[in-house]
């Protein structure tokens, strides 16, 4: 099992390398990347279902873009190849709610903070889950921006695991009021490293900003934002990042290092024309321009060879899962 106080996967490769398989076998780069991931999602569930403890719940988190949620659809497959079922949770179905949720000193909602979820109805969830192996989830409408009458009975038959997936998700707020989380196991999930240039050591693109490209991309097709919204909510989402959830990241039993090693000759050229559309006018204008000459600077791979069930999927679209 890969752990955080042991080892997970990094690659070595640099812009010059990542540009010569782009440009010799795109196809070839692309199919080796994914299988790398899902080799390590595979000794992951291996590792989970070997455990000294039987494991019940699985919180899996990680900041913005970081791939948790195909992640989690992924690692529900590897379970049941190796006969475990899994019930997939997302906390986002714990909010309280805009009208009860804090507010920034802007007196915006404060949809980054913990305190936006319902801590006791988590903590029961969790606690439910690991002593009776059931619970009923009411669905949140994030239209109404409240939580539906209906709910959804959430049954562990036969020894299966809840996957409970969010940013909070390695918060010890949700845990501790339960006397015993020995069939707890807890996942933490980044972009763990960025991209340099060959015999440089500062980075052409940064961990974040490579989440930065995904976020541009996905919330463009997916929610209708432009890329100069994205860019000026960015700060805000590193900031909230920092003190909500890094802290946390080293509690986890699993890291999971979700950088796709091909991704920025796909997601940083699709983002050059929507960062193109920053006005000279705008705040953000000269860090799109920043970006723009540097996502310029790596080999476009058309997205044909991203399978379906790939964690770019989440950003790209076409892909398999559900969102």
């Known amino acids: 099992m890969q752990s955080i106080t042991n080892s997970y996967r990094r690659y070595a490769l640099t812009l010059n390398k990542i540009n010569e398989y782009a440009r010799k076998d795109p196809e070839g780069f692309v199919k080796m990347s994914e299988n790398a991931y899902r080799t390590d999602i595979k000794e992951i569930a291996k590792g989970i279902l070997n455990s000294k403890h039987r494991c019940k719940v699985i919180m899996l988190a990680g900041p913005s873009a970081s791939g948790k949620t195909t992640t989690a659809h992924i690692l529900q ?65 994030f239209a109404k921006s409240r939580p539906k009458e209906e709910k959804v009975k ?7 695991i809840a996957i409970i ?44 900003e490579l989440r930065l490209f995904r976020r541009v991309v996905r919330d463009y097709k997916f929610r209708g934002s432009s890329a100069e919204h994205t860019l000026g909510m960015w700060e805000n989402v590193l900031f909230g990042e920092k003190k909500y959830i890094v802290p946390f990241k080293y509690s986890g039993d699993i890291t999971i290092n979700s950088i796709h090693i091909y991704e920025p000759c796909i997601t940083a050229t699709e983002a050059v024309p929507l960062l193109k559309e920053v006005p000279v006018t705008s705040e953000e204008y000269a860090y799109a321009q920043n970006l723009i000459e540097r996502a310029a600077r790596f080999e476009k791979i058309s997205e044909i060879y991203v399978p379906e069930n790939s964690l770019m999927r989440e950003f790209l679209g076409n892909g398999k899962y559900k969102y």
């Open 165 to 208: 997936e969010g940013i909070h998700a390695l918060n010890p707020i949700f845990t501790k009021h339960i006397k015993s989380v020995a069939g707890l196991k807890k996942i933490y999930i980044s972009v763990k490293q960025g991209i340099r240039e060959s015999g440089r050591t500062c980075y052409v693109l940064t961990a974040a």
């Open 154 to 160: 959430i049954n562990l038959h036969n020894d299966s």
């Open 77 to 141: 497959e590897e379970l049941l190849n190796l006969g475990c079922g899994s019930e997939i949770i997302s906390m986002d179905n714990f909010y309280l709610g805009e009208s009860s949720c804090p507010r920034t000193p802007e007196g915006k909602p404060d949809f980054e903070s913990v305190d936006a979820l319902n801590i006791p109805q988590i903590e029961e969830c969790i606690s439910d889950l690991l002593q009776y192996g059931s619970y009923d989830i009411a669905q949140f409408d």
